[in-house]
């Protein structure tokens, strides 16, 4: 496995680890800012830089052009509060344009805006703003005023899927539904999460149950993840909250 490759695959993990954080602790772990340059990597295809660049953490390169980029991230937690920043913007390296990436609660990305450096030089510069003047840290809708939308999650795509949201079979299905098999494993494993995913996503690969469809790509791992939260938040375990 190349060194890119290695990275790539630790993102995943540390993205998985911050939303498990979360959901036990009520706290953020302190990774956002890697886990959005995983998903600026992994929708935009932009190239990543080594922690040692100063300035810019990926590079893009479309139509024989090669532009660099600072990425932000921020996650959105549920109920959380307006006025929400980004982190700081360094004006004395060079850098083309900043993206930022904005992640829902379980750490997945929802947008990515992309603002100009002359645009993002003057909103920092403007008076008035103590955060934004000499901290460098822009309002999240400050950068969506600025900024151009270059991605955003379509509906399907939220957390949950159409097939457990409607939590049928097909008439005459000897399959379980999901909420039934992941009540079976949560039952059997006591409770315990990580082995609680672990075994919902080998029943997936088993053909033990299934989804309607995959269309964006989402691991066995990942889609049992986001099952067990969706049970959390909705209460459809018994004894089960968060």
Request: charged content about 30%; hydrophobic content about 35%.
């Amino acid at each position: 496995m190349s060194n890119d490759s290695r990275v790539m695959t630790l993102l995943s993990e540390a993205k998985k680890l911050a939303r498990d954080y979360y959901a036990l602790t009520g706290k953020p772990l302190g990774v956002t800012g890697e886990v959005a340059e995983y998903e600026a990597a992994r929708i935009l295809g932009v190239e990543l830089t080594p922690a040692r660049q100063a300035g810019y953490d990926a590079i893009e390169r479309r139509n024989g052009s090669e532009k660099r980029l600072q990425i932000k991230g921020r996650c959105l937690q549920e109920n959380c509060k307006p006025g929400q920043r980004l982190g700081s913007i360094r004006q004395d390296h060079d850098w083309d344009s900043v993206l930022m990436v904005l992640l829902d609660h379980n750490f997945d990305a929802l947008e990515i805006y992309e603002a100009q450096r002359p645009e993002v030089v003057a909103a920092l510069t403007v008076p008035g703003s103590k955060a934004r003047n000499e901290r460098g840290a822009l309002s999240v809708s400050k950068f969506k005023s600025i900024g151009t939308l270059r991605w955003r999650r379509k509906a399907a795509d939220s957390h949950t899927t159409k097939d457990h949201r409607d939590d049928t079979q097909p008439e005459g299905s000897n399959v379980p539904s999901q909420r039934d098999m992941m009540r079976e494993i949560y039952r059997r494993f006591r409770g315990d999460e990580a082995a609680i995913i672990r075994e919902y996503a080998a029943a997936e690969v088993r053909g033990d149950v299934s989804r309607g469809s995959n269309e964006y790509d989402v691991s066995p791992e990942e889609y049992a993840s986001r099952l067990l939260a969706d049970a959390r938040k909705k209460g459809w375990i018994a004894g089960f909250k968060g």
